[in-house]
């Protein structure tokens, strides 16, 4: 049973920063590409960033400001926030390979809402920034 658990969401003034995590059990970890999308209120899901065979891309809007890292050891696939903008509030989903829907076959942007189609998905966590 897949679980991915995503963690340290919160409120942040403009130009903070957050680090988030997710943990992951049930697949075998070192061997998933991963990645973190983030939907806004009204906003399509958008590609934050993503691993390909181990390589790390990052959506437009965020590079630069956002970092993702992995540790295989705890199984956690962290993503580091800084600067953070108004623009920058959302859900963060953490995802991870399904055999037969690897990460990154998602698209960079798509109107359905995250967590709800193609690889296996976290719950969220809410980010805000005032």
């Known amino acids: 049973h897949v679980q991915l658990v995503e963690s340290g969401g919160g409120s942040v003034q403009a130009g903070g920063s957050l680090r988030l995590s997710c943990t992951a059990s049930?697949?075998?970890?070192?061997?998933?590409?991963m990645g973190w999308y983030r939907q806004g209120t009204g906003s399509e899901c958008e590609m934050v960033s993503h691993?390909?065979?181990?390589?790390?891309y990052y959506g437009d809007a965020v590079k630069g400001q956002f970092s993702m890292s992995r540790d295989n050891d705890k199984k956690t696939v962290f993503l580091q926030m800084n600067s953070l903008k108004l623009e920058d509030t959302a859900v963060y989903y953490c995802a991870a390979d399904r055999p037969d829907v690897p990460v990154w076959h998602l698209p960079t942007k798509f109107n359905t809402a995250c967590g709800t189609w193609g690889p296996n998905w976290g719950h969220g966590t809410q980010v805000t920034v005032s």
């Open positions: 049930g697949f075998t970890f070192d061997d998933s590409d």
């Open positions: 691993t390909i065979r181990g390589q790390i």
